[in-house]
């Protein structure tokens, strides 16, 4: 089945601490992974892609095709990180997109 | 350039009642989505559309209907309101081709039905 699982609903760290947001996923073959951002009452935006290997504020996340994991990082979190990530993933050769259920992280100060 | 613009913002309705919510995009977009989110099971997909005139359902279509009949519209229609579907729903849309571009969503429609 195709999945995508992000096991923490809830994440909270301290200003400065690093931050693993966790993402695994189920899928027959090699999709595209996403990490999408909602900050409080609005619209969710693309973080990251990992085809583009890129990093945003901050962050980064490299895709594991052994683990099938796709984590999200950042060495030192800020408290305007605090926010809900979603993980997602993009069927090769398809448009639809399967999402994790999320995990809202707490950037305490 | 406005992106992806949903209305309205905020809708409360009575059982029963049907109801438009609007979805536009000015970007030539090819695909275009509906999610509902709730809280502690993500985004899932309603309906979606891969070009105008082409539709199909999503993980949870009951009670939805959609038609693009143009490629910037992509009205989400509710038949007869439950509360079951008091949720937030988000349209979203993609660029030609099937790269990995990712999607722009909308600002979102929060709905309570009573």
């Known amino acids: 089945a195709q999945r995508v699982t992000q096991p923490e609903k809830l994440l909270s760290v301290f200003k400065g601490a690093p931050v693993e947001l966790k993402c695994n996923y189920s899928?027959?073959?090699?999709?595209?992974l996403f990490w999408y951002v909602q900050y409080s009452r609005q619209r969710l935006q693309l973080l990251l892609r990992?085809?583009s290997r890129e990093s945003i504020k901050g962050f980064t996340a490299d895709l594991n095709k052994g683990e099938t994991s796709f984590h999200l990082k950042k060495p030192f979190a800020q408290e305007e990180d605090s926010a809900m990530y979603y993980c997602?993933?993009?069927?090769?050769?398809?448009?639809?997109?399967?999402f994790g259920t999320g995990t809202r992280l707490k950037v305490l100060a | 350039n406005a992106g992806v613009t949903q209305t309205p913002k905020f809708q409360v309705l009575k059982t029963g009642q049907s109801m438009t919510l609007q979805c536009a995009q000015d970007?030539?977009?090819?695909?275009m989505s509906w999610y509902r989110q709730d809280p502690g099971m993500g985004l899932r997909l309603i309906h979606y559309?891969?070009?105008?005139?082409?539709?199909d359902q999503g993980e949870v279509p009951n009670g939805y209907n959609v038609s693009r009949s143009t490629t910037e519209d992509f009205p989400l229609r509710l038949l007869s309101a439950a509360p079951s579907q008091t949720s937030v729903y988000f349209c979203?849309?993609?660029?030609?081709?099937?790269?990995?571009?990712?999607?722009?969503f909308g600002s979102g429609t929060r709905l309570t039905v009573v």
């Open positions: 899928y027959s073959g090699s999709p595209e």
């Open positions: 970007m030539n977009h090819e695909y």
């Open positions: 559309s891969v070009g105008a005139g082409i539709t």
């Open positions: 990992h085809i």
């Open positions: 997602a993933l993009q069927g090769v050769g398809t448009y639809k997109y399967i």
């Open positions: 979203a849309s993609s660029p030609p081709g099937q790269g990995s571009y990712g999607y722009t």
